[in-house]
Every structure is written in structure tokens, then in C-alpha cells.
């Protein structure tokens, strides 16, 4: 089997945020759009020479803001993968949305289209914030649209929200996390804000025109906050930046962290098929000049060797608060985690980052905050 997951990358935004480092850009016409999913017609048409009849369990649509996309686009779209990539049963479909977007309508459409998980993303409530993004600052109360979205059908929705905004109180922190868990979608991810260098935001904060970010304590104390008020509204804790209601885990994103293959179509996406890691390109023109070409739109591949492959297993296996299996990394590779790293597992159990039970080997509580420093201890 190659794969079982599908991600689709939709590059356009009505407008590109502050913060943003996604490879995304706005949307200037509805031509531009056709265009864009003539020339992705191409690349399933591509890639069906190779997988076609191969049934997908997951398909996410991000971006980008995939809820610009009309729903005759969607329908169509939706029809094409599943006639090459036929749809199982009970698959997921979900796609990344603005809630600027999501009126009644537009949501039964698509709701009737097959999308049956909504990714929403929610920065913040307080307007200053949404502002520092360079985002819409008028929303309505999430309450009020999580209801539109639930009588359009749809009740799998998850929400994003980000700490360490410019400017943002931990009262303010709590607030958001209280008024998300009243409005109580099936999943809640929380993301600690992240500015790569080139982004407009980065600049403003030196340039001290927006208020300044909190400090490392404050962001660890939000953290630990959202972990504190979720888990006691009974979401589940399962990954670092993830919290869901009992049987609502993403199960799109559950196969990165299970290291599983899966295809990844559109400008900028990153796949992950026979043992190699691929990128396509971030540029629109180089993206539609090989597909018309009838190229795979690969910029970048890298193989991924049996050894890199262990070490990405633990990597990624570890972002779940459940853990690594040993039984199944032993039957996957043929070894005993708890040998092959050896060194490394001992050092940061000692160290109390790391715990290890006959089966499960985790972060600790300790650990959780400190994440990024035990991973480091398994790539080489
Ligand atoms: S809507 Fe999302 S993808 Fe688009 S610019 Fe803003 S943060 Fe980036």
C-alpha cells in the first residue's frame, strides 16, 4: 500500500497576514482560481498513472484558506480525487477555513460536496490582536458561528488558536481558552505564535510599532494554562499542540505523527512517499510550467534512509502523549527503540524528560515544555 492520506495545498488568502510564512499569496480573480484547479487536475492526473484505484482513508485541504474556494470548484474537486483515489467509507475530509467565510449556505454546499471536518482558524476573540495579525478584526462570537457551522451538518470542527500574540495578557489567554471550550468543538489545537525571519510582523515588533510579545515565562505559563482548562473540559491532551474529545483525534494528522507515507499535491506541498521526502514548488509559474509539461512539480526530493527513518519515527512518535510503542516500532524496523537509543533514553529519563514503561516509552510532564530538546537527542 503507498499511501492512505492525501494533503491538497490551496495558496490563496484574501489577504496575506502579518505573521504568516506559509507559502499562500492573495486570491486576484476567479480566473486565477481556474487556472489554478485546471493545472492541480493535471497533477492528480499525474499521479494517478502511478497510484490510480489506491483508496484514501484522510484527505486534508489546507493552505492557505481552502473555504475561499467555491463550491462548484470543491464539488468537482472532491469528484475527481474520488474517482481516482476512491474515498473509504468512513473517510475524513477536511478543510482549513476562515470563519469570514463560512456562511449557511456556503457550508451545506459543501457539507453535500463530501467535507465533513472544518479546521477553523481562531487566533484570538479580542480585536487588538487580530489586528497585530493584519487579520479581519470583526468577528462574531465563536458560539454563534460554531452553530451555523452544526446546523450545516458539519460537527466535526476544530479550532486553532494561537498564544504569545503581540500584546496578549494571560486574562486575556484564559479568556479565549474559556470561550473556545463554550463553544465546544470536537477539537481544539493550540499553537504557540512563531515568527520566521522575513515575516512583516517580526520587523514591526523590532521596530517596537506593535506591543510586545510575552516573555518565555508567560508563554510557558499559557501553555501549561490551555493544557489546565481543556483537559478539565474534558478534551483530551494527545499530541503537544492537540486536545480533542474522546474518538476525535485528527486522523489526517495522526499519520505524520505515525510516520506514514502520504501524497501531497499543489504548490508548496511537502509528501512523504517510497522512502522519500519531496516538496513541489513554491512558485506558481515553475508549479504550472512542469505540470503542463506533464513533469511532477518537484523541487526537492530526499531520500530517507532506514536509520533517518527510526530517527523521524521517534521524533515524531513522541509528539503523542501516548508515546512510542516498542511492539510496534519492533515490528515496523526489526528493533527495540528502547536499544537502538539507548544512550540517549537513558540520559533523558534520568533527567526526568523521558519516562519508560514495558511497552510505552513517553515525554513526562517535565518533558512536555521541553519537547524540542529531546528530539534533538535522536536525529544525528
Ligand atoms: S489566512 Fe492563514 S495561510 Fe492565509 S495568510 Fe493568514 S495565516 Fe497565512
Redesign the pocket.
Known amino acids: 500500500m503507498a499511501f492512505q492520506n492525501l494533503y491538497i495545498h490551496f495558496p490563496f488568502?484574501?489577504?496575506?497576514?502579518l505573521?504568516?510564512s506559509?507559502f499562500?499569496y492573495p486570491l486576484n480573480s476567479q480566473e486565477e482560481l481556474s487556472n489554478f484547479f485546471k493545472v492541480l487536475e493535471l497533477e492528480i492526473e499525474l499521479y494517478s498513472q502511478l497510484f490510480s484505484g489506491q483508496s484514501i482513508e484522510t484527505l486534508y485541504l489546507g493552505?492557505?484558506?481552502p473555504s475561499l474556494i467555491p463550491p462548484y470548484h470543491l464539488a468537482r474537486l472532491l469528484e475527481k480525487v474520488n474517482n481516482i483515489f476512491p474515498f473509504q467509507p468512513s473517510c475524513e475530509i477536511t478543510i482549513?477555513a476562515?470563519p469570514e467565510d463560512l456562511s449557511y449556505d456556503y457550508l451545506r454546499a459543501i457539507s453535500s460536496a463530501g467535507v465533513n471536518r472544518l479546521s477553523v482558524?481562531w487566533p484570538s476573540s479580542f480585536a487588538g490582536h487580530l489586528r497585530a495579525?493584519?487579520?479581519n478584526e470583526h468577528l462574531t462570537f465563536l458560539a454563534d458561528k460554531l452553530d451555523i457551522i452544526r446546523r450545516a451538518k458539519i460537527t466535526n470542527i476544530n479550532i486553532d488558536l494561537i498564544y504569545g500574540l503581540p500584546g496578549q495578557t494571560m486574562l486575556q489567554w484564559e479568556k479565549n481558552l474559556l470561550e473556545v471550550c463554550r463553544a465546544a468543538p470536537k477539537h481544539i489545537s493550540v499553537y504557540g505564535l512563531h515568527l520566521e525571519e522575513d515575516v512583516p510582523l517580526k520587523k514591526l515588533l523590532l521596530q517596537k510599532k506593535v506591543a510586545a510579545t510575552p516573555d518565555e515565562d508567560t508563554l510557558l505559563g499559557m501553555m501549561l494554562l490551555a493544557r489546565e482548562i481543556l483537559s478539565s473540559n474534558k478534551y483530551l491532551h494527545y499530541e503537544i499542540a492537540n486536545y480533542a474529545l474522546p474518538g476525535y483525534q485528527s486522523n489526517h494528522n495522526m499519520s505524520y505523527w505515525q510516520n506514514k507515507t502520504y501524497l501531497a499535491l499543489g504548490p508548496g506541498a511537502h509528501g512523504y512517499l517510497y522512502c522519500c521526502r519531496y516538496a513541489n514548488y513554491c512558485s506558481w509559474q515553475q508549479y504550472k510550467d512542469s505540470l503542463l509539461k506533464r513533469i511532477f512539480p518537484c523541487s526537492q526530493k530526499e531520500r530517507i534512509s532506514r536509520k533517518r527513518a527510526m530517527e523521524e519515527e521517534m521524533m515524531l512518535g513522541l509528539r503523542l502523549l501516548e508515546g512510542i510503542s516498542r511492539q510496534q516500532f519492533l515490528q515496523k524496523y526489526g528493533l527495540d527503540p528502547l536499544h537502538l537509543f539507548q544512550t540517549s533514553i537513558l540520559m533523558l529519563k534520568e533527567q526526568g524528560l523521558l519516562e519508560v514503561n514495558d511497552d510505552k516509552i513517553k515525554l513526562t510532564a517535565k518533558g512536555l515544555p521541553l519537547a524540542n530538546l529531546v528530539f534533538q537527542e535522536f536525529i544525528t
Open positions: 488568502c484574501r489577504q496575506k497576514c505573521h504568516c506559509f499562500s493552505g492557505g484558506t482549513e476562515n482558524g495579525l493584519g487579520r
